[in-house]
């Protein structure tokens, strides 16, 4: 995948292991997070759940 003047997912970098876990532990996370927030009807748990799979910096806490 090109980025700029290199590029990424190279071998050296992601080897078998680095993809497996990514690919098994990972995604799968993301995936469950995602379908949790998404199917939330509490908002302020989306969000919580939304920082976990994102980052803080996607969803800042919110002062009421």
Known sequence: TPCGER???????????SWQLFH????????????????????TQAIEVWRIVFGEAYFPLQVA
């Open 7 to 17: 590029n990424i997912f190279v071998a050296n970098e992601w080897t078998l292991a």
């Open 24 to 43: 098994n532990t990972l995604t799968k996370i993301w995936a469950k997070g995602s379908t949790l927030a998404s199917q939330s009807a509490d908002r």
